[in-house]
């Protein structure tokens, strides 16, 4: 394939999975309107997938993804974020990546 059609490809694929990622955070919200437990569990799955084929779309792996979300938690832990001291959501997660 010519270098010029790779580069328009892979910049429709990157706009593409933005359409994706919108239309993923369109259909969360319609879910949690209805109440749909197993369309807002697909809803998130699928928004998360998005996000992850994006980020290695635009020359990050997984891994980097995964260090980074891991940096930002840390971040919100430290700086005393409402959802931590109420709930734990942050350490929780934050374990959770530890783990995987």
């Known amino acids: 394939m010519p270098k010029d059609l790779d580069v328009a490809k892979r910049a429709k694929v990157i706009e593409w999975l933005k359409t994706e990622v919108v239309d993923h955070v369109s259909r969360l ?3 949690l ?3 749909s437990t197993a369309r ?3 809803s998130l799955a ?3 997938m ?3 084929i994006l980020a290695r779309r635009l020359g ?3 891994r980097d993804l995964d260090d980074l979300l891991i940096d930002k938690l840390k971040k919100h832990k430290q700086e005393g974020h ?3 001291e109420w709930y734990q959501d ?3 997660l934050e374990e959770h990546m530890r783990k995987r």
């Open 90 to 92: 942050i350490s929780a």
């Open 60 to 62: 990050m792996s997984y």
């Open 33 to 35: 309107w209805e109440g």
């Open 82 to 84: 409402q959802l931590e």
């Open 29 to 31: 919200f319609k879910a």
């Open 50 to 52: 998005s996000s992850y």
């Open 46 to 48: 699928s928004l998360i």
């Open 40 to 42: 807002v569990g697909d």
